[in-house]
Nanobody, 122 residues
């Protein structure tokens, strides 16, 4: 059974930091790109950051310089270090993974984890 479990969300004050984690488990060969998205109430789900299997990263302009995405391939885990948090960062954060199901990378599954709530408020 495939699982993508996110954790680390919390309620913090502006300027504080949080680290989100998302671990994948189940029957897959490896993982391609991984990413974090967020969705605030009444808004669409937006891309926050992505990281390829080789470690190349990209970020939404709103989080550049404050957030850092990383991954531990041995643990099938992606992280999001969030510093200098702002009220505008309040949202449910979702992780996403490109799960590779065969060694030729021909069968893949775009998989979503459950969300974790981040609330930034004074």
């Amino acid at each position: 059974q495939l699982k993508l479990v996110a954790s680390g969300g919390d309620a913090v004050q502006p300027g504080e930091s949080l680290r989100l984690s998302c671990a994948a488990s189940g029957s897959f060969v490896t993982i391609g790109a991984m990413g974090w998205y967020r969705q605030a109430p009444g808004n669409q789900r937006d891309l926050v950051a992505t990281i390829t299997s080789g470690g190349s990263t990209s970020y939404a302009d709103s989080v550049k310089g404050r957030f850092t995405i990383s991954r531990d391939n041995a643990k099938n885990t992606v992280y999001l270090q969030m510093n200098s948090l702002k009220p505008a960062d309040t949202a449910v954060y979702y992780c996403n993974a490109d799960l590779i199901l065969d060694h030729m990378w021909t069968r893949r599954l775009d998989y979503w984890g459950q969300g974790t709530q981040v609330t930034v408020s004074s």
